[in-house]
């Protein structure tokens, strides 16, 4: 239905929660609505939408007018991945994040917004911007996560997801693991965490939806332990040997008694007798 478009659309009022209209008609494909405004019942015009959190609300038609764009400038920016230029495609991928996501336009977890991320992580990867593949990666999960009830449990292209971050946080640290700079140190170690956190919650998916001993589960399983693996072993490596405690020096020996002092008697004896 139309709502289930119109749920992602952010409040402009209080930036937090969504705007709902739910009377909305059943509309069999979406470009239908976004070209002809006609296809919502004449009596829903000059209805309004609420935003679930805040007294506010707006215009139904502009509500549609606002996810219209959103669609055009997505289909633009795939227009031009289809073409073949990955810079210009990328660039209109990442507007569109700055202007529907950072400018409060569309909620964090409206479908335009997760697709987007996830066409930037794979465009990312190809061009070779892994850290920034990685990146958008984690936010594919994070939004795919963050609202029960969002994907089924043990969602396949999720579990996927995860294991694809896992690759790419196990290959990156590899790369940079002879930087011993303190970012280097830093940014290898939290690589090698998230791809060992990854593989392990890969492992588990693959084995609820495959099985345990499953060829998918078993590779995740191995990755998993070889990122465990390179996780403690880039740690031993920084930790500071615990130097063996030295036997305390012996004492000095007590100087020797000074030879006692004549007396004066017997510095007079000794003068008479010269």
Excluded: W
Excluded at 203 to 224: H, V
């Amino acid at each position: 239905s139309v709502d289930r478009f119109m749920d992602g659309i952010q409040c402009t009022s209080c930036k937090n929660g969504v705007m709902i209209f739910e009377e909305t008609k059943e509309v069999q494909d979406i470009n239908e609505l976004m070209t002809d405004i006609s296809a919502l019942d004449k009596e829903i015009q000059g209805k309004y939408a609420e935003c679930e959190s805040c007294p506010a609300k707006i215009e139904v038609t502009k509500l549609v007018d606002v996810l219209k764009a959103a669609i055009t400038d997505y289909g633009l920016a795939h227009q031009t991945l289809q073409k073949g230029d990955l810079d210009q495609g990328r660039y209109q991928l990442e507007k569109f994040i700055k202007d529907y996501e950072d400018k409060h336009i569309l909620s964090p977890y409206n479908a335009y917004l997760v697709n987007t991320y996830i066409t930037l992580m794979r465009v990312c990867s190809q061009m070779g911007a892994v850290d920034r593949a990685i990146r958008y990666n984690g936010v594919v999960i994070q939004r795919l996560e963050g609202i029960e009830g969002a994907v089924p449990s043990n969602y396949p292209r999720l579990v996927e997801y995860h294991m694809s971050l896992g690759d790419m946080c196990l290959k990156q640290a590899k790369k940079k693991a002879s930087n011993r700079t303190p970012l280097g140190r830093s940014t290898t170690r939290k690589y090698l965490s998230e791809a060992k956190t990854s593989f392990e919650a890969a492992y588990k998916g693959r084995s609820a939806i495959y099985g345990e001993n499953s060829p998918r589960a078993l590779d995740a399983k191995r990755l998993f332990e070889e990122a465990k693996k390179e996780f403690n072993a880039y740690a031993k490596s920084f930790e500071k040997k615990v130097k063996k405690p030295t036997a305390p020096a012996a004492p000095a020996p007590a100087p020797a008694p000074a030879a006692p002092v004549a007396t004066t008697q017997a510095q007079e004896q000794t003068s008479a007798s010269a």
